[in-house]
Each structure stands twice: as structure tokens, then as C-alpha cells.
């Protein structure tokens, strides 16, 4: 639901960072009350605008430490090689899409503590630079003590010192898809040895807490507290449906079970040797296959690339008997920087391949062994009969998509 009605504020490396319009509500709703609370610690008159210009800037401050915090998350799933979607901030927080699962517990264990350990981080330096400035009087405004007496900007630091402190300890709760479920979820991985049944059980515990967040929810609604009951409420609906959503994904993984990329793949690919002119290889493949692309492989059948239609059109007709296919190979195309590469391995197990925006993209890849030769290729319609066998029991003429992303991470 995050992702429509978002709009793109910036990129970092490739990824774009957008809001989504429920961010504006919560940025007033911020403002509205910190500049009430701030007009009442500092004991500012009605026509001071002091109270408000603190607000706008702990609203800030605010959302530019969820913002780190999800970068905490980007940042190290980028460097195991997992390519970010975007990164959307909206009223509960922010969201970084992953644009495939970790393929190890100890990966998914670094995603998921990566952005805690940023909160911390930030909770710590504010909190430590307040009580340099201020000394003891510094914990006075921490605690919420209406009498305590700090400058403005001190009381920002208290402000966002605290905050921080409650957003790393939610995401801490053991609810998966929040980080602590994941840790959590990484933690029975590295036990069990096996993802599906760590995943399921991760899920059903972030469905327990789920549910004692609406329970909490509704407690605060009798007790008159309606603001702070709907939020909880709120929070442990998206929850509880978030992690049923794993709970269905992981029984789909399941039931696709030991399938490989080499079980369903075509495993006598036509491919294209990689001194190959351009002249020959649109006489002898393209204009004989008409596919869009073919995979190309060196004199010991490794694979060297992809050569597309495109790519072979665009050499000038004078230079294609002397110019060979790897010179055009389509490695990293304009525009399409997905971070993924164009071929899998054919051991992996096809479940990894749902996510996979190459394969969407070129309705194909190619399959290697583990040398690197090319062992077949693997098609977008193969993996789809393959989950449409799976599934079994899907109505006639309905077409079966692959399942969305993983869920969002908070
Ligand atoms: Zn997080």
C-alpha cells in the first residue's frame, strides 16, 4: 500500500527514496503536538513562533533517522549483492524493498540489525551531545519533566535522543516482518538449517504479537486513550497481515520444494560462440530464431554474456563481418542498472528465481553450472507453469503472476 500514491523526494546509489502521501499527515501531526509540547517546556508565550520552529525541526530530525535507518538496511544488502527497489518513508515509519530474499541466515541476521544498530547510533550521539551541553539538567527534559530548565536546541537533543530509543525498541519486538522478527527468523535459520521452517515460525510468532498489539490497542480505546488505541490497533493489523502474507509465500516455497533451475529449464540452449562476427551471428541466429537475445559462450562453452537483437541492429552494416559478439555484449544496459545479473546459477533452487527483475525483464536467463558453463536457459513461462503446477489447484484461464515482493522491512 506504500507503494502507490509515493512520490520520489531523492536517489541514493541508484535507489529511489520517496514518501508516501501518509508521511504528510504524520509530519503535521508531529509538528501539531511537539510545538504544544515544546511551547509548554520552554514556557514560550502564544505569539512565539520558537515552539513551532523546534517542532519543524524535530519533525525533521525525525524522519531523517528512519531515513538512516532504512539507508542501515540498503546499505548492507547492497554490499551481499541484493538490490534495493526503493526506500519509502510513510506513516509507520519507513520501508526498504528488497528485491530478493538473503540466500543465508548470517546475511539476513547483518540486514536485519543493520538498521537498529543506525538508531542506536543516532540515539546515542543525541543523547550523549545533550548531556555534554546540559549536564544533569539534560535528563530532566529526557524524563519529561515539565520543570526542567535547557535551551531549545537541548531540547530537541532530549527530543529525538528519546524517540530514537522507542523506534529501535519496537523494531527489536521478536515480530517478524519487524527487524526482531527477522533476527529472530535468521537466528532459527542458523539452527534448523532450513529457511521455510524458521520463515513459518517467525511469521507465527509476529502473528502473536500482532495480535497482543490490537488487544493493547483496543485497552487503550476503553480507557479513553483513542489516538494511541486506533495507532496500536493499526499497527498490529498491518502486522498480523503482513506476516500471514510470509506465512501463504512461505507454503508457496514450500510446495516448489527441491525444484531446481535445472529441473525445469531448457538444458540445449542455442547458443552463440563468442568470435562470432555480428554479420553471421544476425544471418545464423537472429534472423533464423527471431529471438531478442542469445546467450553467448566462449570456446569452452563458459558463459560470456548476452548479445541482444538491439545491440547487433546498432553496429553500422560496414563493421559487422569484423566486429565479433563480445564486443556487443548487453552487460549492463542503459537505464536498467537493476544490479542483477543475466544469468543464474542451475543448482539454485527455482524459489529464488520469484523476485528475480532480470528474468522479468527478459522474459529469460541464462542457467550456468558451477564452472560457469552454460548449462540451459530458463524462461519466465517455465517458471510460471512450473509455480502453476504447484499450485495446483488454480481456476482455468487465470493467469498466475510471481509472488510480490518479499514483504517490506520495516
Ligand atoms: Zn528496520
Redesign the pocket.
Known amino acids: 500500500m506504500a507503494r502507490r500514491n509515493r512520490f520520489t523526494l531523492l536517489t541514493f546509489r541508484g535507489i529511489p527514496i520517496g514518501v508516501d502521501w501518509s508521511w504528510f499527515l504524520v509530519l503535521f501531526l508531529v509538528i501539531y503536538f511537539l510545538s504544544g509540547y515544546y511551547r509548554d517546556l520552554l514556557g514560550d508565550d502564544q505569539a512565539s513562533t520558537q515552539p513551532y520552529l523546534l517542532a519543524v525541526a524535530s519533525a525533521f530530525g525525525f524522519f531523517g533517522s528512519i531515513l538512516l ?2 539507508l ?2 540498503a546499505v548492507v544488502a547492497l554490499r551481499n549483492k541484493i538490490p534495493i527497489g526503493q526506500i519509502t518513508l510513510w506513516m509507520f ?2 520501508i ?1 524493498v528488497l528485491q530478493r530474499d538473503p540466500r543465508s541466515a548470517g546475511v539476513e541476521f547483518r540486514i ?1 540489525a ?3 544498530l543506525v ?1 542506536l547510533l543516532i540515539a546515542a550521539a543525541t543523547l550523549g551531545l545533550g548531556s555534554a551541553i546540559a549536564g544533569d539538567s539534560f535528563w530532566d527534559v529526557t524524563y519529561f519533566d515539565e520543570n526542567a530548565s535547557v535551551a531549545p536546541a537541548v531540547a530537541v537533543l532530549a527530543w529525538l535522543g528519546n524517540i530514537n530509543a522507542i523506534i529501535l525498541m519496537f ?1 527489536l519486538l521478536p515480530a517478524f516482518p ?2 526482531g522478527g527477522r533476527i529472530v527468523r535468521a537466528a532459527a535459520w542458523k539452527f534448523t538449517g532450513d529457511r521455510e521452517k524458521a520463515t513459518v515460525f517467525a511469521a507465527r510468532l509476529g502473528q502473536v504479537f500482532a495480535v497482543l498489539f490490537m488487544v493493547a490497542g483496543f485497552g487503550m480505546l476503553l480507557a479513553g486513550a483513542a489516538v494511541s488505541g486506533i495507532w496500536f490497533g493499526l499497527i498490529g493489523w498491518l502486522l498480523f497481515s503482513s506476516a500471514r502474507a510470509t506465512v501463504v509465500r512461505s507454503e508457496l516455497n514450500r510446495r516448489l520444494g527441491d525444484l531446481r533451475v535445472a529441473d525445469v529449464m531448457d538444458s540445449e540452449p542455442v547458443a552463440i560462440p563468442s568470435d562470432t562476427s555480428v554479420e553471421q551471428a544476425l544471418d545464423e541466429y537472429f534472423l533464423r530464431y527471431r529471438w531478442p537475445w542469445f546467450p553467448v559462450v566462449d570456446a569452452g562453452r563458459r558463459f560470456v554474456g548476452l548479445i541482444n537483437r538491439g545491440a547487433a541492429d546498432a553496429v553500422p552494416e560496414p563493421v559487422r563481418p569484423s566486429r565479433t559478439v563480445e564486443q556487443v555484449i548487453d552487460d549492463e544496459p542503459a537505464g536498467h542498472d537493476s544490479g542483477e545479473e543475466q544469468f543464474v546459477r542451475s543448482d539454485e533452487p527455482l524459489e529464488s528465481l520469484l523476485a528475480n527483475v532480470e528474468l522479468r525483464r527478459l522474459g529469460g536467463l541464462a542457467a550456468v553450472d558451477g564452472d560457469g558453463r552454460l548449462a540451459g536457459i530458463i524462461t519466465l513461462d517455465q517458471v510460471g507453469r512450473a509455480l502453476r503446477g504447484a499450485i495446483g489447484r488454480t481456476p482455468p484461464g487465470s493467469s498466475i503472476e510471481a509472488p510480490e515482493d518479499p514483504p517490506p ?2
Do not use: F, W
Open positions: 535507518h532504512e542501515g538496511h515509519g519507513g526498504a536485519a543493520a538498521g537498529p538508531t523494531n519487524l527487524d522491512r520495516s
